[in-house]
């Protein structure tokens, strides 16, 4: 749900699947529908998760979390372009391998998306379930190995909540609250956290299972000295949904030596145009601070969504889910995300034509990599919630890609660019 603000494109999704209707029609983001009786409170909740499930083969390993250490931070600075073609190219793409979890505790859940905090690579998670153990929460994160693939989980027989609910965060008869993150993390506190932005929505518990953005919520993210994720919600509630929703679609530094942070939308307009904005990283958390990109400075106000100008790129197909993020193997930026509307699993590439981060862009994004679903039988065919990993490989010369597949499970491949 979260860079799609508009539930109309999971309604379209799930009454095209029930109807088996076109799949041009489709484009979930996150799938509840296979999990209809979740807890309408908040916490942990140990509600049966209904979903039928078969289990990934676990490897069960000690777990091993060498030092990424500020390697995402030291990648922001090196600045030349170098040896990578433009476009960017894959020259392979490894096979695709689905995460190795180190708990076994049954755990489905989908969404994705993450980033570096004390040298450790965590990605956020949402709808987490642990069939084995019959339990379900709104979000997990769990922290992963330097090629990413492997991941680690914190609780006690299942993936702890890690997001929060506040108080007054409690769902009306009939529907759930639930904090679905989906973003990537940026770095912050010179490497000792990180920041990001989820959804909070209230979710329908009647089929087809609607939700609708409440608001966004924007975390600050450290890791406790067991290597604990530790989630605080710094604006508790940031982005209204009469409001561009500044973050959700990403976050990542700027590069001029400042200490401002970008943080991208994608508002579903005819045009479908990413906007950004900027802040200091200790004013993240105030509105009042931000200044946005209308297409020669930035500005006080925000351009309206519809606004043309302001878009940094545009993709006609729409931007799905993506990260956007230097590449120091290009010298660029780039961004690597689903289209809104494609029948295909593709991730998509662009990139920027100069240094900075509004443009020039390339204007047609390249297919990259079409990422096979889980076909017809599944209960979901497609996959989504993609993800670009690019603090796993610093140099930039590989690519970490993800997504949920079956709406359970985390899969990878690694891009190797030319
Ligand atoms: C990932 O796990 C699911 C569930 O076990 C399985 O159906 C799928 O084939 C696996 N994918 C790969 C690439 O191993
Ligand atoms: C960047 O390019 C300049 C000029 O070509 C060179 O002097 C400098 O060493 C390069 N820096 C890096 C990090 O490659
Ligand atoms: C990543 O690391 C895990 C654990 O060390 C290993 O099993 C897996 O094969 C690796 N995957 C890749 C793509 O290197
Ligand atoms: C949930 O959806 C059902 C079916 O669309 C609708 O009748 C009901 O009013 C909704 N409940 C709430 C609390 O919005
Ligand atoms: C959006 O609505 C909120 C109230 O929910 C209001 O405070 C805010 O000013 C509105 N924002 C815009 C841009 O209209
Ligand atoms: C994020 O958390 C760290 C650790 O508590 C803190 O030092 C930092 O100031 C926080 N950042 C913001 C913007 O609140
Ligand atoms: C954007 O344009 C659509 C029609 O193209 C219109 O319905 C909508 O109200 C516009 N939104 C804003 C915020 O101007």
């Known amino acids: 749900m979260f860079v799609f603000t508009q539930y109309r494109f999971v309604l ?3 009454l095209h699947l029930a ?14 529908f296979r999990r209809p009786g979740f807890a309408t409170t908040q916490q942990s909740s140990t509600t049966s998760v209904a979903a039928t499930v078969a289990q990934s083969s676990f ?10 250490k500020d390697a995402a931070a030291s990648s922001i600075q090196s600045s030349n372009a170098s040896a990578g073609a433009l476009p960017p190219v894959a020259a392979s793409i490894g096979p695709v391998i689905n995460a190795t979890l180190t708990k076994n505790w049954g755990i489905t859940r989908d969404g994705g998306g993450g980033g570096t905090i004390d040298g450790t690579h965590i990605i956020n998670f949402s709808d987490t379930g642990a069939d084995g153990n019959n339990a379900f929460v709104s979000n997990s994160i769990a922290t992963t190995n ?10 006690t027989n299942y993936p702890m909540q890690q997001w929060p609910f506040e108080p007054d965060e409690v ?3 009939g529907l759930r609250i639930a904090i679905w993150p989906n973003t990537n993390i940026v770095s912050g506190c010179g490497g000792t956290c990180g920041y990001t932005v989820s959804n909070v929505v209230d979710v329908n518990l009647t089929a087809p299972y609607p939700s609708t953005m409440i608001y966004s919520t924007l975390a600050n993210i450290t890791l406790k000295s067991n290597n ?7 604006s508790a509630q940031m982005w209204k949904p009469n409001e561009t929703n500044y973050g959700i679609y990403g976050l990542a530094r700027a590069r001029d030596g400042s200490d401002d942070i970008y943080l991208f939308a994608a508002p579903s307009t005819a045009d479908s145009g990413l906007k950004v904005a900027k802040v200091a990283e200790a004013s993240i958390a105030d509105k009042s601070k931000y200044t946005y990109w209308d297409g020669s400075t930035w500005a006080l106000t925000a351009p309206s969504a519809n606004d043309t100008k302001s878009n940094v790129f545009s993709n006609k197909g729409g931007i799905g889910t993506g990260d956007i993020f230097w590449s120091a193997y290009h010298g660029r930026w780039l961004a690597v995300f689903n289209d809104g509307l494609a029948v295909d699993d593709t ?11 509004t443009g020039v862009w390339s204007t047609t994004p390249q297919s990259l990599f079409v990422t096979p679903g889980c076909g017809n039988g599944c209960t979901t065919p497609w996959n989504y919630a993609s993800h670009a990993y690019p603090d796993i490989d610093p140099s930039g010369r590989t690519l970490l890609l993800g997504w949920t597949y079956n709406a359970a499970y985390t899969s990878f491949a690694t891009i190797t660019w030319t």
């Open 19 to 32: 109807a088996g209707g076109p799949a041009a029609q489709r484009r979930p983001t996150f799938d509840h």
């Open 59 to 68: 490897q069960v390993t000690a777990s091993s979390i060498p030092s990424l």
């Open 347 to 357: 991730f998509q590439v662009t990139y920027s034509i100069t240094e900075d981060l």
């Open 228 to 234: 604990t994720p530790s989630v605080e919600r710094i």
């Open 12 to 14: 379209c999704a799930l």
């Open 171 to 173: 769902a009306a008869s």
């Open 146 to 155: 330097t090629n990413g693939t492997m991941l680690t989980d914190y609780g």
